[in-house]
């Protein structure tokens, strides 16, 4: 039966320190299809991509690829048997070329294995791969540190088509790409699933699970719910599935009783190397929207007015008085909250506990507020549904998604008065999501002024009072509550030139 199948995982378990993560879980991958595996936070998609990886040893099943049982005790072995894998974090060496990335440890080599390595032939192998990838305009040589994220998310699937890969795992592609990037790479994986690869694809975009798969498989609680075909769901099924419960509406209700008050953050002219020219303001409980393509300088104005980049022209208010901030420690003394997806900038202590890590602003910043925050934050990431076994458990063991809200609760907890938000909801499920949006309603509800990048422009038109949209450094108008995803993009392109727009 298994060798119609490109891989048959049966029985899949596996724990962690007691606590099954995920329970008896099958999967069957066809030649050229792409599988959507979806899930809340901590649902155990990823823990399941490291096991068919050779990353994780499952405490018991069996994995069948192309019809062989495999067991895999190294990512290599699972790579050599055909499934490879496209993590968040890329493995790649930045000191590297390109096609030294790819062929590491397995290089042409002239006159048998002992031989000089084959250089001629490996930049011909690589640049070969690329071509078959439709990216041609990658060349062999490039040092892979002179790659965009993009670029480099490229390098990791073409190696793992040098495996002569069956299968290709994806885990949360597309949250590191800018919109025109996500573009290449559904052409890419065409490309893949044309030759009868089976991509196994997770996303928490169900946008971009209904545009790329054919199947889809749900996961609760590291429990298998249901795989159906992507044709006989709906989005409002899947995410009843998900989640356990139907999510009405999507974007909480603009609260009646939040009158927008005076101006909070107030920018006049501000300019730098990065941002020309940008006025405006920001009321108490307003949540003001900035849209933008990638590299039109919006996070790069959220990182001036934080205080990581120096204002050159222009200044800087914050109710009503000139806030003049050089660091960002300074902009959280200053009670400006800045919540980042970056991964890096994060700037969570890896092998310490939620509790301590969620602490860790206010502790640096405003030591005599610890205790009082102290007590209140575990209602704050019950409230985010943290989901993990305690609040003493280590942050490194957090799926993704749940790390991401620890660092929203750590910046919670400074009583902000302005609150930045660079992709706020980045690889955080529909459910937490949807808490995340009712949290920035209350911090509407408190007198907080939120100034909100994000490229899901749903997310921007569906909570944002106002919206700003951002072109070349500056901003390149503005439009109200509720406008249209192409009158921002138009805005976005300079698209609009006839005043159309709104
Ligand atoms: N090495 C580990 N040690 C302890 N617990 C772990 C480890 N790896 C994962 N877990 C736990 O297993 C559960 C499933 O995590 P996993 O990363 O698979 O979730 P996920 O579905 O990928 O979530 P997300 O969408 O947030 O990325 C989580 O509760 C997580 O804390
Ligand atoms: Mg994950």
Excluded at 408 to 431: F, H, K, N, Q
Aim: charged residues 20%; glycine residues 10%.
């Amino acid at each position: 039966m298994s060798d119609t199948h490109a891989l048959v995982a049966t029985g899949m378990t596996k724990s962690f320190f007691g606590n099954t993560v995920l329970a008896d879980l099958d999967l069957a991958l066809d030649p050229g299809e792409v599988h959507g595996l979806v899930g809340e936070n901590g649902a155990g998609k990823s823990t399941l991509m490291k096991m068919l990886a050779g990353v994780y040893t499952p405490d018991s099943g069996t994995i069948v690829v192309a019809g062989q049982e495999v067991s895999f005790s190294h990512p290599v072995q699972a790579q050599r048997a055909g499934v490879s894998t496209v993590f968040q974090e890329f493995n790649l060496l930045l000191e590297r070329t390109i096609a030294e990335n790819i062929w590491l440890g397995r290089e042409p080599r002239r006159f048998g294995a002992f031989g000089p390595i084959d250089t001629a032939r490996m930049r011909r192998d690589t640049e070969e791969l690329l071509e078959g990838l439709g990216v041609a305009g990658l060349k062999a040589g490039t040092l892979v540190r002179n790659l965009s994220v993009a670029e480099q998310q490229i390098v990791e699937i073409a190696k793992a088509v040098s495996f002569d890969a069956k299968v290709i795992q994806m885990d949360e592609p597309t949250a590191a790409l800018a919109d025109h990037e996500v573009e290449l790479l559904y052409s890419i994986i065409q490309r893949l699933t044309e030759r009868g690869v089976a991509i196994l694809y997770v996303s928490h975009r169900l946008k971009e699970i209904f545009e790329l798969c054919q199947t889809i498989t749900i996961l609760k609680d590291g429990q298998h719910v249901a795989t159906r075909p992507a044709a006989d769901l709906t989005e409002g099924e899947l995410v009843r599935l998900m989640v356990g419960r139907p999510l009405t509406q999507y974007f909480p209700d603009k609260p009646v009783d939040v009158a927008v008050g005076d101006v909070r953050l107030s920018l006049e002219g501000v300019g730098n190397a990065y941002v020309d020219d940008v006025s405006l303001e920001v009321r108490a409980g307003e949540i003001v929207g900035l849209a933008g393509l990638q590299g039109s300088g919006r996070t790069e104005l959220l990182e001036t007015v934080f205080g990581v980049h120096p204002v050159a022209r222009g200044s800087v208010s914050l109710d009503g008085a000139p806030l003049q901030v050089s660091s960002p420690r300074q902009g959280v003394r200053a009670r400006l909250a800045f919540i980042t997806e970056d991964r890096k900038a994060k700037g969570l202590a890896l092998n310490q506990s939620i509790l301590d890590n969620s602490l860790g602003v206010v502790r640096a910043v405003f030591p005599r507020r610890t205790a009082a925050a102290r007590r209140e934050m575990p209602g704050v990431l019950s409230n985010l549904e943290v989901s993990a076994h305690s609040l003493g458990q280590e942050v490194q063991f957090l799926s993704g998604g749940n790390q991401q809200k620890v660092v929203l609760a750590r910046w919670l907890s400074i009583d902000p008065l302005v609150v930045l938000m660079d992709e706020p909801t980045r690889g955080i499920d529909v459910g937490a999501k949807h808490r995340v949006y009712e949290l920035m309603r209350e911090l509407t509800r408190q007198g907080v002024a939120v100034l909100m990048v994000s490229s899901e422009l749903p997310e921007v038109i569906g909570m944002s009072d106002r919206i700003l949209v951002m072109r070349d450094g500056t901003l390149a108008g503005e439009l109200p509550a509720g406008a249209s995803e192409e009158a921002v993009l138009a805005m976005a392109t300079g698209a609009a030139t006839e005043g159309d727009a709104a």
